[in-house]
């Protein structure tokens, strides 16, 4: 599906009908459920262009399912942890339902969202993972700060850490946020994450702890285990 194509088709799903870009059960590699096995849902579309994004495929692919096939697909795989993910899920008009259902259904949910887009409206049982964008990304003027005003002990926030400018951005950037909100990495765990082949793990683990900041060192468990550019895992 081109990238023409795919505002067109969200544009036209009905109700309970999300474009999806793929299913699948597997290890969860990031955030503080890491290790745990996870069901997940990633759904088609995104309207930012990280410059380190992974998972460009989305942008591009997806097929119509109906809520009620998320649920069933979501049940079969025996997982009680399911994320939802993208793309960007919160574009989808059905994936609020989608979360509300699979909380229902008696799941532990998550939801890796951008930051960009409002997190207000989200069933206050899931774990919302904000990916808060930092300068490498190209994509810093899009984060949204009444996200960070929504978050509660249940979130999460990552920071994906490209070079050491990012990092100086984000030791301020948290510095000042702990002041307003001394919640945010304590009750609210902050994760920065090096960009997988351009910033090594020692390196970022060396600056965190030469500053001693509130904040965990994240890894893309996934990408350990399985090759880097493998889907479905």
Same mark, same amino acid.
């Given at each position: 599906?081109?990238?023409?194509?795919l505002? #067109?088709? !969200?544009?036209?799903?009905g109700?309970r009908? +999300? /474009?999806?870009?793929?299913t699948? $059960?597997? =290890?969860?590699?990031?955030?503080t459920?890491?290790?745990?096995?996870?069901?997940?849902?990633?759904?088609?579309g995104c309207?930012l262009?990280?410059t380190?994004c992974?998972?460009e495929?989305?942008?591009?692919?997806g097929e119509v399912?109906?809520?009620?096939?998320?649920?069933e697909?979501?049940?079969?795989?025996g997982a009680r942890?399911?994320?939802?993910?993208?793309?960007?899920?919160?574009?989808?008009?059905?994936?609020?339902?989608?979360? #509300?259902e !699979?909380?229902?259904?008696g799941?532990?949910? +998550? /939801?890796?969202?951008?930051?960009? $887009?409002? =997190?207000?409206?989200?069933?206050?049982?899931?774990?919302?993972i904000?990916?808060?964008?930092?300068?490498?990304?190209?994509?810093?003027?899009?984060?949204?700060?009444?996200?960070?005003d929504?978050?509660t002990?249940r979130?999460?926030?990552?920071?994906?850490?490209?070079?050491r400018?990012?990092?100086?951005?984000?030791?301020r950037?948290?510095?000042?946020?702990?002041?307003?909100?001394?919640d945010i990495?304590?009750?609210?765990?902050?994760?920065?994450?090096?960009v997988?082949?351009?910033?090594?793990?020692?390196?970022l683990a060396?600056?965190? $702890?030469?500053?001693?900041?509130?904040?965990?060192?994240?890894?893309?468990?996934?990408?350990l285990?399985?090759?880097?550019a493998?889907?479905g895992?």
């Open positions: 599906m081109s990238t023409g194509i505002p #067109r088709a !969200l544009g036209k799903l109700p009908e +999300l /474009l999806v870009n793929e699948f $059960l597997s =290890i969860q590699g990031e955030s459920h890491a290790g745990r096995p996870c069901f997940f849902v990633r759904f088609s309207h262009r990280c380190w992974d998972t495929y989305a942008f591009h692919e399912a109906t809520i009620e096939r998320c649920l697909l979501a049940a079969a795989s942890l399911v994320e939802v993910t993208g793309g960007e899920p919160l574009l989808q008009k059905a994936c609020l339902p989608l979360l #509300r !699979l909380c229902d259904a799941h532990e949910v +998550l /939801l890796e969202t951008s930051g960009a $887009l409002p =997190i207000d409206e989200v069933d206050p049982r899931v774990a919302r904000v990916d808060w964008k930092t300068p490498s990304s190209a994509m810093v003027a899009h984060n949204d700060p009444s996200v960070i929504a978050l002990g979130d999460e926030l990552k920071l994906v850490i490209g070079d400018a990012d990092y100086e951005w984000a030791r950037w948290l510095r000042e946020l702990v002041v307003r909100r001394p990495g304590s009750s609210v765990p902050v994760h920065f994450s090096p997988f082949g351009r910033l090594e793990p020692q390196e060396a600056w965190i $702890l030469a500053d001693r900041l509130p904040v965990r060192l994240n890894l893309q468990l996934h990408k285990i399985w090759p880097a493998t889907r895992v």
